[in-house]
């Protein structure tokens, strides 16, 4: 019997154990194969900024808050594993290719400015100053310079060697089921037939939340993203770009030296896995019309994972719909950005029983019953 067992060993399972088991609880981690959902997909952005969607402001400052935590939490997760984490603060450089592509960019850039965020209008010359590799179409960038980013597997490898390491337990095995009894959450079931039985029960499967047998419904949806990995771009970037290429949305990524993530679709197809021609072609079209110098890269990955969507975008966070059951879902674009804020908050409920006031406008009762 653990205090809290946690279904799913991504990034936000995995860091919602290390915290909680450094608050002193007993921690399992059920995973068939950590790291393999969205983490490994996801590019790492820090982006509360670059990110906000109009109406979206309770999100924007949850992000902020997360991306606060990010340089003591990113120091805090080297320090117990001993491996880096490829934290970037080189800032975020969003660009238009045309001019309708500017005319969006002026009014993103008049929504941030309303909001009290730092983002800076840039010429086409200033752009391309900062990235000289940019193409000289673009007609006009904005810099968003608290922006950053962070290589999402080099953040999983080293939360599976501090989560363990702080006495997580982890079980390779694929959740199957919530274990209900008397109308509460008492543990989970797993595919070579065990039985974990825990005081609290953490659901973490993030696209996959919605899904798991005897979790009354969630508002979690997959939301299909492909995206690549390129290689042999040492230099060519000094930080996160973000186009906006003729209505299109493409973002490229720097980390480790000389690779590059170029991402990413957006698409309602369900648990759908392909990796289409169309969506390789749109993203390096994209990537390439802003930066020209990709088209020299070697392409070494694509992959197609599935974000946790809600209807507002915005996590579920705190207690679930059964008692014994606690939400740590629904991260959809954000998941790299908010995994210390959620990781804190949920530890902080599961130690005390009391989530912490930043979480407060994402419980999933927002949504009524
Ligand atoms: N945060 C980037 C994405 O979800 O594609």
């Given at each position: ?31 068939d ?7 490994a997909?996801?590019a ?12 979206e402001e ?36 969003v ?32 752009s391309?100053?900062r ?34 390491a ?26 070579d ?26 508002p ?15 230099d ?12 299109r ?13 170029v991402g ?11 990796v ?68 804190e ?25």
């Open positions: 019997m653990s205090d809290v067992a946690v279904a799913g060993g991504g990034l936000i399972g995995l860091a919602t154990a290390w915290r909680a088991a450094r608050r002193g609880l007993s921690v399992t981690v059920v995973d194969s950590p790291g393999t959902g969205a983490s997909a996801a790492g952005m820090l982006a509360p900024v670059t990110e906000a969607g109009y109406r309770a999100l924007l400052r949850l992000g902020l808050a997360s991306v606060q935590r990010w340089p003591a939490f990113a120091a805090d997760v080297e320090a117990a594993s001993g491996t880096s984490v490829g934290l970037r603060t080189a800032g975020t450089l660009v238009g290719f045309d001019e309708d592509d500017v005319r969006e960019l002026t009014a993103l850039h008049a929504f941030q400015t309303e909001l009290g965020l730092a983002a800076e209008r840039l010429t086409p010359r200033e391309r100053r990235e000289p590799s940019l193409t000289p179409r673009v007609r006009g960038g904005l810099l968003v310079a608290g922006d950053h980013s962070v290589d999402g597997r080099a953040l999983h490898a080293a939360l599976l060697v501090a989560a363990q702080a006495g997580v337990r982890l079980v390779r095995d694929r959740v199957t089921e919530l274990r209900v009894v008397g109308g509460r959450a008492v543990g989970l079931e797993t595919a037939g065990g039985a974990l039985a825990a005081g609290t029960v953490v659901l973490a499967l993030g696209a996959h939340s919605g899904r798991l047998p005897r979790v009354p419904p969630l979690v949806r997959p939301v299909k993203g492909q995206i690549l990995r390129l290689a042999g771009a040492t060519l970037l000094e930080g996160t770009v973000r186009a906006l290429v003729r209505g949305q493409v973002y490229l990524v720097p980390y480790a030296g000389d690779r590059l993530i990413a679709t957006t698409e309602d197809r369900g648990f759908d896995p392909t289409t021609a169309g969506g390789v072609h749109d993203l390096l079209h994209d990537a390439i019309d802003v930066v020209p110098g990709v088209s020299e890269l070697e392409l070494v990955e694509t992959l197609a994972r599935w974000r946790p969507g809600t209807p507002d975008n915005a996590p579920l966070l705190g207690p679930g719909p059964l008692p014994g059951l606690v939400l740590a879902t629904g991260h959809h674009r954000n998941g790299v950005l908010l995994t210390p804020v959620t990781a908050v949920t530890a902080e409920l599961l130690a005390t029983g009391v989530l912490p006031e930043v979480a407060a406008p994402f419980t999933t009762d927002r949504f009524g019953r």
